[in-house]
Structures are given as C-alpha cells and as structure tokens.
C-alpha cells in the first residue's frame, strides 16, 4: 500500500524520491531492472542482492551485494513509502566513477564523485535540480 501510495505522489510531484523498492524472490535479469527502482532480492528470508540502474546516467545495472559473509557488502532498508536506504555509499569503479549515498530514495551525490550529465549531453559543472551533494558527513 505504501509503495503504491509513493509513485502516485512521485507521479504528482508530491514526493521527491528518485528510487522505489520492489522487493522479488530471486535474481532478475538487467532487462528487468526499471528506472527509479531498487529491486531488493530476499530469498526465503534471506536478504542477497540489491540492484538499481546508476544514476550517473551511463545505465549500467549495479548489484550490490548484501551478503553478510562477502565483503564488500551493503544493508537496505525501507521506510512505509518503499523509500530504500542503502548503506555504505556506493562508489562504482567503471568509467561513470559515480560516488553516492542512497537515503530515503534520493540519491545524494558525494564531493568526488560525478553528478548526472546535463540535457545538453555536456557536464558543464553545474547541479541538477533537486541533485543533492554531500559534504563532510552533512547535507549541502
């Protein structure tokens, strides 16, 4: 009920939320993974995966494992809203090089990492509306 109520008041405007949580028995394959989700992998009460396209715009699928026994390792969690909270920050290695914290759905980009290209295809340095940008542990 509350995720249905969350994208209805994203759909308005109501809710600034970049990512959702859906929640699926077993791994998804890439194809499956849509915009403005967080699939969250729980198997038989098992938590494993975590998957969301990267908000640096490159489209790539990052699987974030949530494994206890693997290291790295990461922990989501969910409000009401479906709103997920992933920890640690996620720091991609690929050419996107994208650094961001996952908090109540907004992504909120850390000082070295690379926030989304523009419209005009070109990073001209300058934020995108509603793009928040961490700064020694606070929020700017």
């Excluded at 109520?5 to 929640?23: D, P, Q, V, Y």
């Excluded at 403005?36 to 198997?43: I, N, P, Q, S, T």
């Excluded at 934020?127 to 020694?136: D, E, F, H, K, N």
């Amino acid at each position: 009920m509350g995720t249905l109520l969350a994208r209805l008041l994203r759909k308005l405007g109501l809710l600034r939320s970049e990512l959702l949580a859906r929640t699926v028995p077993q791994y998804l394959n890439t194809a499956s993974v849509q915009d403005g989700e967080l699939v969250h992998v729980v198997d038989g009460g098992i938590e494993k995966w975590a998957c969301f396209r990267c908000p640096g715009g490159c489209g790539t699928v990052i699987p974030l494992s949530l494994n206890p026994k693997r290291r790295p390792r990461w922990s989501v969690t969910s409000d009401w809203l479906g709103r997920p909270t992933v920890t640690p920050s996620v720091h991609q290695t690929n050419a996107c090089a994208c650094h961001f914290h996952i908090r109540r759905g907004r992504i909120d980009w850390c000082e070295d990492g690379r926030p989304p290209e523009r419209a005009g295809g070109s990073d001209d340095g300058q934020r995108v509306p509603g793009m928040r940008v961490a700064r020694r542990g606070r929020m700017a």
